[in-house]
């Protein structure tokens, strides 16, 4: 959130989903008075530079002047499991806006390591599956269960709540474990305090703990037609994870094609207290 030109990066595949992102960063661009989106398409050897670079020029020259925004072209050579957050770095991008076919789609883009891309930057991607259904994100869920968090996930829903004046929907698991019932308990009051210092609007919604607590956030966030979900990835995530599918996983790959926004915890600031 540092970069005064904003600039938003969009992993470019040249499919429709690509173009939904697109259509996605023009909605934060013009929030946000970016002043750049970055378009990136990773080749795998240097031979495939000039036709890509052609390919993804004459996208950007499509669209250059929308929100009077540059639209900038940028092919490398590398991995999608890096070079992704090597540029967002590079570049100070604010945000990685990304499109997906959901868990079918993106392992298409990443293979069964979807959420190793993701996890590779150290600033948010948003995760779309469609074009945007509106201009305002009016309704987002927040979720809050017992696990530790950081000060980002809080400082993005500021930056959300800044530019798009949104109402977020604080959802809880419910669980009859009193250590885990303690510790949510004390994100709850933590958040709350943070957002009331904010002036920022929210409720408090415990699911009904029949289902896992990804399933019943994406059944919540489907019931209240939310434009956005935001939630944190899981810090130092394991091969399992990738493997198997974390619950970020599902959330982002979610049915209902609801955008995601990830955060990625960042070691600076893992000891901002507060929460477990």
């Given at each position: 959130m540092g970069n005064k030109d904003h600039i938003i990066l969009i992993p470019w595949d040249f499919t429709p989903v690509a173009e939904y992102a697109l259509r996605h960063a023009f909605k934060f661009a013009e929030k946000a008075k970016s002043k750049k989106i970055v378009l990136l398409h990773i080749i795998k050897s240097d031979k495939e530079h000039d036709v890509a670079f052609n390919q993804l020029s004459k996208i950007a020259n499509d669209f250059k002047g929308v929100h009077k925004l540059e639209i900038e072209p940028n092919v490398r050579k590398g991995s999608i499991f890096t070079t992704i957050g090597e540029v967002a770095s590079e570049i100070e991008s604010e945000?990685?806006?990304?499109?997906?076919?959901?868990?079918?789609?993106?392992?298409?883009?990443?293979?069964?390591?979807?959420?190793?891309?993701?996890?590779?930057?150290?600033?948010?991607?948003?995760?779309v599956q469609e074009t945007p259904k509106e201009d305002e994100l009016k309704n987002i869920v927040f979720p809050i269960d017992f696990k530790k968090e950081n000060k980002e996930k809080l400082n993005w829903a500021s930056y959300l709540h800044s530019h798009f004046n949104t109402k977020f929907h604080l959802v809880k698991p419910n669980t009859t474990d009193v250590g885990f019932i303690k510790k949510i308990k004390a994100?709850?009051?933590?958040?709350?305090?943070?957002?009331?210092?904010?002036?920022?609007?929210?409720?408090?919604?415990?699911?009904?703990?029949?289902?896992?607590?990804?399933?019943?956030?994406?059944?919540?966030?489907?019931?209240?037609?939310?434009?956005?979900?935001?939630?944190?990835?899981?810090?130092?995530?394991?091969?399992?994870?990738y493997v198997l599918g974390a619950s970020e996983q599902y959330i982002i790959a979610n049915s209902a094609r609801i955008p995601v926004m990830v955060v990625n915890p960042r070691e600076n600031l893992t000891k901002f207290g507060g929460f477990y």
């Open positions: 945000l990685v806006v990304m499109g997906t076919h959901g868990l079918r789609g993106m392992q298409k883009l990443t293979g069964s390591w979807a959420l190793k891309v993701i996890v590779s930057s150290k600033v948010p991607f948003v995760v994100n709850i009051i933590f958040t709350r305090n943070f957002m009331d210092s904010k002036g920022i609007d929210y409720e408090i919604n415990t699911l009904e703990g029949k289902k896992s607590f990804a399933v019943e956030t994406i059944d919540y966030a489907k019931n209240i037609e939310a434009d956005l979900i935001l939630i944190i990835s899981t810090k130092n995530i394991g091969i399992a994870d």
